[in-house]
């Protein structure tokens, strides 16, 4: 049997005296396999993917990606992680105002080692491939929330990593940019072998994963 890429077991996070944002959440995800987790808004799936990605810290429970315990990391192990084993699609874009497009989504590549060239000609394919090539120059200040969202995705693709999460990759997109994304994502899995980790409130979005969970009340189902 493959070994699992990612590994929940048991895990729970609470903030403040309120209910559980997770509840006892296990999760196991194969390599090159797509999962969407689907619920609405308050659900605890954006909490559920900032503990696989090394954000934040559970409570209780273990979180283990190609086999590092995620939840044992300090800061810096938890920034090299982020930086040497995954591509993290925020669903508020996190783009760098002062640095120009292709700047944004090449400096992951930089930050992992790539030299300038390689990982300049790297940015421009995604620029390419997810129709804004020609902002290629421009600052994120000057886009679209959609061209902002489509910037976000290549800058978690450029490092071509093993593992890839996407927080809601589709929800301030145009039907026609919401299918761009979701092509280069499904390319990534069923091309390129990458594990791809997904949360969504869109069932539409979620529909071309080959695993699709619910959470609800922060329990995942």
Known sequence: MTTPVIELRGVS???????????????????????????PSGSGKSTL????????????????????RVDQLGEAGSALYRRSKIGMVF????LLDDLTVADNVALPARLAGAARG???????????????GRHARAH?????????QRVAVARALVTEPEVIFADE????????????????????VRIEGRTVVMVTHD??????????LTMDGGRLR
């Open 13 to 39: 996070r609470r903030y403040d005296d309120g209910p559980p944002a997770l509840d006892e959440a296990s999760l196991t995800v194969r390599p090159g396999e797509a999962v969407a987790i689907l619920g």
């Open 49 to 68: 993917l900032n503990l696989i990605a090394g954000l934040d810290r559970p409570d209780a429970g273990t979180v283990t990606v190609d086999g590092v």
């Open 91 to 94: 669903q508020f874009f996190n």
């Open 118 to 132: 390689a990982a300049a000609r790297r940015a421009a394919e995604l620029l390419e491939a997810l129709g804004i």
């Open 140 to 148: 994120p200040g000057q886009l679209s929330g959609g061209e902002r």
């Open 169 to 188: 990759p589709t929800a301030s997109l145009d039907p026609e940019s919401a299918a761009l994304v979701l092509a280069l994502l499904r390319d990534a």
């Open 203 to 212: 069932p539409v979005a979620a529909s071309w994963a080959d695993t699709v």
